[in-house]
């Protein structure tokens, strides 16, 4: 069974540079553990040749619809635009 520890979770963290309360760690470690553990459930239950219920099989999510979205008032916001893009700092070397 997949399990992370906090330190896991905490060393995800500072590489992907998120401040973390120590409640939301301990949050993070039950859920991402929950989720790697389903994937094990569902890759044993295949890897014996196991029907996966359909129930199991279902796309929960919301069907993909175009959305009124905010560009206009983001952009306005932007210290730097050109048009209709973002204007950022440069921060990889090279050409």
């Known amino acids: 069974m997949a399990h992370l520890t906090r330190d896991d979770i905490l060393k995800l963290a500072r ?54 979205g905010f560009k206009a008032e983001m952009l306005r916001c932007a210290p730097q635009t050109d048009g209709d893009f973002f204007i950022v700092p440069r921060v990889l070397k090279g050409s």
């Open 15 to 68: 590489l992907s540079q998120i401040d973390l309360t120590s409640s939301e760690v301990d949050q993070l470690v039950q859920d991402i553990t929950a989720v790697l553990s389903y994937a094990d459930f569902l890759a044993d239950r295949a890897a014996q040749g196991a029907d996966i219920p359909p129930a199991l099989q279902e796309n929960r999510l919301r069907d993909d619809m175009p959305r009124a």
